[in-house]
Nanobody
Framework: EVQLQASGGGLVQVGGSLRLSCLAS????????IGWFRQAPGKEREEVSC???????YYGKSALGRATISIDNAQNTVFLQVNNLKPDDTAVYSC?????????????????????WGQGTQVTVSS
């Protein structure tokens, strides 16, 4: 059974950093894509970053230049490091996964492409 558990959120000051974790089970990363998405109160959910099993990465415009997505195969975990946090980063961050499309070059990062979702972890950025 595909399962995802996001963790690592919390309260951080503006300019600080957080490292979110997405613990995966029930599948192998090389056959899947993993995405981080966020949703702030009153706003639509948006993509943050996605990674494919073969290392393709995508960063949403809000995360570009401030975030790094990575995979630790030994821990079966996908990480999202976000630096220089801003108040607008306050949101529930969720990880999701989708079965990779054979022969696809790149990584999808549209929420509709993702089939399995974790519960999410709250990130709050304050001054």
């Amino acid at each position: 059974e595909v399962q995802l558990q996001a963790s690592g959120g919390g309260l951080v000051q503006v300019g600080g950093s957080l490292r979110l974790s997405c613990l995966a089970s029930g599948f192998t990363f090389d056959d899947y894509e993993i995405g981080w998405f966020r949703q702030a109160p009153g706003k639509e959910r948006e993509e943050v970053s996605c990674i494919s099993g073969d290392g393709h990465r995508y960063y949403g415009k809000s995360a570009l230049g401030r975030a790094t997505i990575s995979i630790d195969n030994a821990q079966n975990t996908v990480f999202l490091q976000v630096n220089n946090l801003k108040p607008d980063d306050t949101a529930v961050y969720s990880c999701a996964t989708a079965k990779a499309v054979p022969g696809y070059i790149g990584v999808r990062c549209e929420e509709d492409a993702y089939d399995y979702w974790g519960q999410g972890t709250q990130v709050t950025v304050s001054s």
